[in-house]
């Protein structure tokens, strides 16, 4: 296995009302070269914090990341084009990626400018992207304008924007949360195919755990900034280790049948938890929080082969 982005103890903290609160606190990942990784979690637990701190869109706090081996932590400005060519973001609303006022031939010859491709060879860059995401005859659509496109055919356009300059990496925060039911599945297996005919690295950011089983390997789990559990997505949505991950599967009727454990209740909302100090910070909503949650920090632990939960329920794998 080639390590492809390794990330450990990324930390975001943003000071709020006069004192620091962490939105990420101590994310530690690795990404293969061509596997797909998801993470999952509520609302404001913090993936769409960790993917920009990944993608060096943001700085983190605390924490490295290494691309191919490269630190790339320190990295700013024009020393980062060749990352940024190599890590796309895929937007999560295809109607706020797009400039409204660039034709989509425009949108696509933006990235290969920015990222020095000779002009010569754009319009062979672009017939092949557009083939790709299945936009055919391209130049039905190079002269159109976002608002003439459907929502369907836009977030293949922002597809096509992420591959044009030959990525290794795409991450894809909630990358169909905004479209119509009708319309998921043929946008995601166009990711699933442009990942397996280029040998893309992928990371899926989702609510969805029935989407993330569907297209990641492996899965992490986030609560509060946290990673509760990660392993392998199906062993992880067949076995929960972690209280969360469990409340989570039982929330997702299509996980459920392969559940064998009872739904867990789940008390209270992400307003009642903990937001700093020692303990778990799902011991408020946790059904079988002890004494010891409240003090003890846990750190992600051996708890089966390739996985790991932070919680003192699960035992620690030999
Ligand atoms: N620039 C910022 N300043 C202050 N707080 C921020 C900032 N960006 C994010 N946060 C906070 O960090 C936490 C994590 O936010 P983030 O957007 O990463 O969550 P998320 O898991 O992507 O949520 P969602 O599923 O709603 O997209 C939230 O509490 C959010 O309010
Ligand atoms: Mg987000």
Known sequence: MSVLLQATGLTKSFRMRGRDVHAVADVSLTVAAGAAL???????????????????????????????????????????????ARAQLVFQNPFDALNPRFSIRQSLVEPLRNFGIPAG????????????????PAAAWLDRRPHELSGGQLQRVVLARALIAGPRLIVADEPVSMLDV??????????????DSLGLAAIYISHDLALIRYVCERTMVMYLGRVVEEGPTAALIATPAHPYTAALVAAVPVARVEQNRAALPIRGSLS???????????????????????????????????????????????
């Open 121 to 136: 060879a754009h319009a062979a860059h672009i017939e092949a992207v557009m083939q790709r995401v299945r936009l055919m």
């Open 272 to 318: 009642d938890a903990p937001l700093a100090g020692p303990g778990c910070a799902f011991r408020t909503r946790c059904p079988y929080a002890m004494p010891r949650c409240e003090t003890e920090t846990l750190a992600l632990r051996d708890v089966a082969p390739g996985r790991r939960a932070a919680c003192h329920l699960v035992g620690v794998a030999s």
């Open 38 to 84: 998801g993470i999952v979690g509520e609302s404001g637990c913090g993936k769409t914090t960790t993917a920009r701190m990944l993608l060096r869109l943001e700085d983190p706090t605390a924490g490295r990341i290494l691309y191919e081996g490269a630190d790339i932590t320190d990295l700013h400005g024009r020393a980062l084009l060749p990352f940024r």
């Open 182 to 195: 009708s319309v998921r599945a043929g946008i995601l297996n166009l990711l699933r195919e442009a990942r």
